[in-house]
């Protein structure tokens, strides 16, 4: 158990809808990441947060939002979803923002659009 | 941009073989390596990682890596493998704030 929470475990949800990814960070972590696991893309970066603020972004799509708040929990939010966006969301956290730190990942989010 | 390259999508061995994993990594200065396991169904869990230093790196569960700057290389090997090591591993590489991560190699351990 790495300490990272994420919920819900699964979610099936239709083309166009929207959902939120939840993200809980281990306990003293300030920085949380999310990637996007799928079988054509592999593991791909999408954005990072530190202490609330934006701090890295990868191949994130307009699309999708995410949030840092005061307690340190990380939205991860889906909109307007395409049958492409079927992957697995994980959230790792650090206790850095910067720095190879070593990121601890949640046991991810399986999204399915049909 | 800093890359990783897995070299094999699967690799079969039988129980107590040796087994190596390979990772070629695009050269830089400055290069901090990780090795991450994905058991099924699981998030990634990280098995040892290279920062600086002695370049034979131990982790977890027996497995072991070799950063060679030379060849650009950071391979993973573990001497003896169980059918319990058979999973998804992922070389990444640090890279301004975030890990860039390899398209992963497949362990199967037969008995």
Known sequence: ?114 | AQSVTQLDSQVPVFEEAPVELRCNYSSSVSVYLFWYVQYPNQGLQLLLKYLSGSTLVKGINGFEAEFNKSQTSFHLRKPSVHISDTAEYFCAVYNTDKLIFGTGTRLQVFP
């Open chain 1, 1 to 114: 158990d790495s300490g990272v929470t994420q919920t819900p475990k699964h979610l099936i949800t239709a083309t166009g809808q929207r959902v939120t990814l939840r993200c809980s960070p281990r306990s003293g972590d300030l920085s949380v990441y999310w990637y996007q696991q799928s079988l054509d893309q592999g593991l791909q970066f999408l954005i990072q947060y530190y202490n609330g603020e934006e701090r890295a972004k990868g191949n994130i799509l307009e699309r999708f939002s995410a949030q840092q708040f005061p307690d340190l929990h990380s939205e991860l939010n889906l909109s307007s979803l395409e049958l492409g966006d079927s992957a697995l969301y994980f959230c790792a956290s650090s206790v850095s923002g910067t720095g190879p730190y070593e990121q601890y990942f949640g046991p991810g989010t399986r999204l399915t659009v049909t």
